[in-house]
Nanobody, 123 residues
C-alpha cells in the first residue's frame, strides 16, 4: 500500500518559516505529480501547491504565491513545501498527495494522500 508521510509541522509565530517534508514508502513518486493540500479548522481541503513529475512546472494557491515554494527530490522520494512569512490564515493540517496532474485543485482528483501534519501559526 502506498504511504505518504508528512513531517515538519509545528507551532510557530506569525512571520516565521517552516519546511514540510513528504516521504513516500512502498512506491516511487518520481513519475508522478505531487501536491500539497491543507485543511483549515472548520473548512474543506484546499489546494496549496503542485509540482510536475520532473519539477519543471509548479502551481500555487493565490494566497501563498511568493511565500510558499514546492520542490522535490526524486532520488530521495521526497517532496517539500517551504513556507515563509506564515500568518494565522495558514493554520491548518497539511497533506501531501500523489497524482497525475500537478494542477488539479480538488483532493479527490489525486490518487493518494497522507495523514497530514499540523501547522499552527500564532499571532
Amino acid at each position: 500500500q502506498v504511504e505518504l508521510v508528512e513531517s515538519g509541522g509545528g507551532l510557530v509565530q506569525a512571520g516565521d518559516s517552516l519546511r514540510l517534508s513528504c516521504a513516500a514508502s512502498r512506491l516511487t513518486v518520481s513519475n508522478w505529480a505531487m501536491g500539497w493540500f491543507r485543511r483549515p479548522p472548520g473548512k474543506d481541503h484546499e489546494f496549496v501547491a503542485g509540482i510536475s513529475w520532473n519539477g519543471d512546472l509548479t502551481a500555487y494557491k493565490d494566497s501563498v504565491k511568493d511565500r510558499f515554494y514546492i520542490s522535490r527530490d526524486n532520488a530521495k522520494n521526497t517532496v517539500y513545501l517551504q513556507m515563509n512569512s506564515l500568518n494565522a490564515e495558514d493554520t491548518a493540517v497539511y497533506y501531501c498527495a500523489r497524482g497525475s496532474d500537478y494542477n488539479k485543485r480538488v483532493l479527490r482528483q489525486w490518487n493518494y494522500w497522507g495523514q497530514g501534519t499540523q501547522v499552527t501559526v500564532s499571532v
